[in-house]
């Protein structure tokens, strides 16, 4: 059983950063791959950003390339996902999931979700 708790979501104006953190507790930490999505109210959760496990290579989804950086520190059992330029359209409701099982970029493809972090892009 592995336990994800994300922080560092809040309210920021646009073209500001902000840094989320997400804790894993339990078997092999932060190992498996693992992934941020988010989900806007009345959408769906759009995939992110993922980081595989073997390699360390890292993915992105089309709308932040070259705005987010996912990063890992297995050490700590952190992953991060640090947000610069941020757009109101990033408002969302942002979720740490864990342990593929599935494909990388779909919500049905992890095992472990956190209970997710709010970040607000004011414009």
């Known amino acids: 059983q592995v336990q994800l708790v994300e922080s560092g979501g809040g309210l920021v104006q646009a073209g500001g950063s902000l840094r989320l953190s997400c804790v894993a507790s339990g078997r092999a930490g932060t190992m498996y791959t693992m992934g941020w999505f988010r989900q806007a109210p009345g959408k769906e959760r759009e995939f992110v950003a993922a980081?595989?496990?073997?390699?360390?290579?890292?993915y992105y989804g089309d709308s932040v390339k070259g705005r987010f950086t996912f990063s890992r520190d297995n050490a700590k059992n952190t992953v991060y996902l640090q947000m610069n330029s941020l757009k109101p359209e990033d408002t969302a409701v942002y979720y740490c999931?864990?342990?593929?099982?599935?494909?990388?970029?779909?919500?049905?493809?992890?095992?472990?979700w956190g209970q997710g972090s709010q970040v607000t892009v004011s414009s």
């Open positions: 999931a864990g342990l593929l099982v599935g494909s990388y970029y779909t919500p049905s493809g992890y095992k472990y």
């Open positions: 980081i595989i496990q073997s390699g360390g290579r890292v």
